[in-house]
Each structure stands twice: as C-alpha cells, then as structure tokens.
C-alpha cells in the first residue's frame, strides 16, 4: 500500500481494490458530509442512482423536474450550510437544470451538479437525447452559470475530478459545480484510491487595515453597518451581533441577508433596499461618516437602485471573500478580501468598546395591526404576513418567492435567525419557493419550513407540493393570491401609466394542491391563518394555505425599481 500526498495537502491512498466509478463517487460524497441528494433518473445517469442502493444512510429525493431539484438542493444547502449533490441525465434533464445552476451560482449555494451523458463512443451520433449531436457543448453552455465545470473523459481521471469539485463548491465564496459523466465511464471499474477533500484556506485580512478600520468605528459619531447574505457563513451572524455591540453600532441588512441580524435586536434598523424598512432608509438619509460593508454583493436590491447615499461616508470599508465584489459598484476606501467571520472578532478586538448604549429599532411603512383589510374587503398582504410571523415559531425559515409578495415579505416578516429567511434573489426566477422550503425542511426536519409564493409562482413550480407530499414533508405553503401577475401589472402601470391585465387564474389551487397530496385551506379575513395552521397542519405532509389577498395594497419602491419592474418580473 502506498502513501503519497499531492500539492494541495490531501492525502490518497491507493488500493488494488477495483470499485465501480459509480460506487466511488457515492463514497466520496459522504466523506464530504453529503446525506441527501437530489435526482430525476434516466438512461445516461442511472449507474449512480444503482449505486446510491448501498447506501440506505444517504436519502434520495426525486423531484418531478430538474429545476426543482436544484432549488430545493439550494434550499438544503444554503439553510445547513453542507454540501449536497444532484443528478440529472443527459440532454433535455441537464438543460431543464440550468435555471436552477445559475441560481445555485449567483446565491453561492455548494451543490454537485453531476450530470449523465451517452457513452463516449456514441457521442455525436444522435443516440437517444445526446446534446452534442446537435451541437449543444455542455461544458460551454454550463461554465458561465457555475463555478466550474468539467468533462470527465475517463475512468482515471474521474476522482481526481469529483475532490477537486468538492474542493471547489466549498470554498471561499461556495457555489455550484459540473460534473459530466459518460455513461460508459461512471459505469468503469477502476483501481480505487481513498481521497480526502481538503477546501482551500481562507484569505487572511491586513492587520493594519482592520486596525484602521477598527479605530474609524471607535471614532465615528454616525457609524452604520450594512450586512449581506454573506455573514451566514458559519458563525458569522453570531459574530456580526458581537461586533455590532462591542461599538454599539446600528445594522442594517439587505433583502437576501435578512435575518442575519436579529430584527428584534436594540441596534436593527431592519432591511434596507427594495422592501426596506422606514429605520433604514432614514438613518441613511441623516448621514453616515463611517460605514462597514460585509458579505454583501452591493447589488440593485441591496442598495435600493445604488443610492447615492452610500457615496457619502467619509470611511467605506468592504469585507467580503470574493475580490470580484469589491468595487464593482462603489468605491471603498477600505478592502478587506476574507472570510467576514474571520474579519468580524479581529475588528472587534482591534479597539476598546463603546459604552454608550445606543437605542434604535425597526419601524415599518404601515401597521399591519391597523391596516387590516383592504378596498376589497379581503385581508392585505401585511397582514397575512404577520398573522404567520406571530402564529408560528420564531425559529421558523421563510423561503420567499419572487414577485410583489417579496417586497411585503421582506417588510412584513420578522426574523430572529439568520438561516430564518431565504429568497433566492441572484437570478431572481420565479418557482423557486416551494422546492427550496422542502430542501429547507430535510436539512432542518425539526423546525417549522414555510413557502411564500404568489400565485403565479405556486402554478410555476405546482409539480414541487407533489414532491414534498410524496417525501412526506410538513412544509406549510402560503398562496399569496391576487389571481394576477401583480408585480407586472403595477410596474407597468408605473412606468407608462396604464397597463393592461396579466391574470392568473381563476385557477382553484387548493383542488389542485389536494390532489398532489396535500392538506388545504382557503383564508380571506384577518385572524383566520392561525386557525387554519393549527386545525390543519400534519407533520407528514404539506399544507398549502390559498390566501385571497387584497389587490390596492402597495408597497413604496425606489423609482428605478418601479421603473423596471415590467421589464423583468417575468424574465424566469
């Protein structure tokens, strides 16, 4: 038996034991902590779905379309924090995954795209559902909508590129990886070597950047931090709240990092950007003189349309450990390219505390307590929204769809958690809810998962409740139901000041959902929701709630938002 060790530090064993490629792979996801993966079977992959028989500790969820599968995979990944894999065929399956690929992508979720593909020998020649025969490069088509992507081209360079992969997905800023294998070579059995996956170190920061940095918080007599989706990495959040006190400054998150922060905390200004709170968006307009960026993109919703108010700071440092993000949209005079939970306890230990004790607190546009109903009659969407904060746990995960309901959801929803609120805004495609609350809901099976959709989104991604019906999970699914495609409606009637309609239905979502399996409810009043959870809900299936909502409510938007929102509500 021979030892050696490669130039990244791992360690291979090489056995003369010979395993089917197949059967490795499997073994090298579970090194790498995988417990469930996500798949839809066909001809090109189905060696790893046999080989996923000898493994009873590794749960299997086949969800009805392969975009499903990745955002519930998604889903599982970016609320436990761990890898998890997905399979698909070849052709028509890896083409159906790509919106969810480049969703995975731009949310840096760590998932294992492998991929089947018809044996090398018929590659070209049109057999059965083989893309390269009409010219479809999978390697090109899926290296831009992830972080890398590889051909396998044979038995012996299969392993090396699987660790490689894992090593990839779970690093710095983790996201998706491609793997494509031809049928005949996950098929192969080859002279198995024992690899451990070692991720890459982390970046370390300037010592006399966080100092300086550091001194400008202790100094600064109007400091704000703005906290991204990029703070939930491991303990961040923990951190962040430790460092936020030791300087008694406010926070304020993004929409995709809501929940990083705690809202009920003293220092929550609550989100800013689209969906934004009132607290944020006035602190900011008072003026700032040093403000801390971490684990945030800056992006379009983040910055509600980049404000030129986050221009103004005379101190703008930026911590994230994606150099790419770093002034793409703003000019920092502060870059700290690393691991912001790393960053966080170094900021805080790098100056003394403040001991005034500062006081601020989230105020919303509108009391969901007084503006009950609306012109119709019908209960408002902020009003729904808080009978499910206020009836469910307070460890409960929201995942949010896309559409008017976002911006309601993140106003209206109060989250103490930071795996509490998941939206996958990156690519920002509608469907994506109901698949990442049930992948949520198997990384968490103890906690309370809800699904907020709209209407339009609930038909998009209808196939998903099946799935989590057929997996037996307890996800709660709140329609929020205005029979329209409302977020174009209003965009478009903001933009040219008139629009015409974009509905939905009617269409009785809790006959279809009942018959996918689920438990239903139909709510149209304040104070119903509760009722209808309690009497209804059941911890082996899901329960979809269809919430007639009142269509004159509204939400304030920057103007380029407003200005957009037709352009780009439906682009799925």
Known sequence: MVLSERSDGAK???SPAARRIAD???????RAGVTTVFGVPGGAVVPFFDALYDQPGVRLVCPKHEAGAMFAAAGFARTSGRLTAVFVTSGPGLLNALNGLATAHLDGAPVLLIAGDVSTNLAGRHSLQDGSSHGINVK??????SLASFDVPNAGAAMPMVHQAIAIATSGRCGPVVLNFPLDVASA????????????PPLAAKA???HEIAEALSRATRPLILAGSGVRRGDGAEKLRLLAEHFQVPVMTTPKGKGVFPESHPLSLGVYGHGGHVSSAKYLETGVDVLLVVGSSLSDPATNGWTELLRRPTVFAQVDVDPMLIGRNYAPTHVLIADCAQVMPALAAAAPPKSTRAVHGVVHQRSPQEHRVG??????????????????PDDTIFTVDIGEHLIFATHYLRTTRPDGFLAMTGLASMGTSIAGASGAQLAQPKRKVVAV?????????????ATAAQEGLPIIVAVLNDERYGMVELGTAALYGRTREYPI????????ARGLGASVATVRAPDEIGAAIQDLWRPDRPLVVDIRIDRSSKMAKSKRFESLLAVTSKAT
């Open 453 to 465: 959709c709209g209407d339009g989104c609930f038909l998009m991604a209808v196939a998903d409740v």
């Open 189 to 200: 059995v080859h002279r198995e070597a024992k690899w451990t996956s070692t991720p890459r």
């Open 12 to 14: 291979a064993v090489a």
């Open 505 to 512: 239905g009617p269409v009785d979502i809790t006959t279809t």
């Open 208 to 210: 006399d950047e966080i």
């Open 140 to 145: 090109a088509v899926t290296a831009s909508l």
């Open 24 to 30: 490795q792979v499997i073994d090298a996801l579970i």
């Open 375 to 392: 012109d119709s009659g019908l209960i408002t969407p902020e009003r729904a929204l808080h009978e499910l904060s206020s009836e469910l």
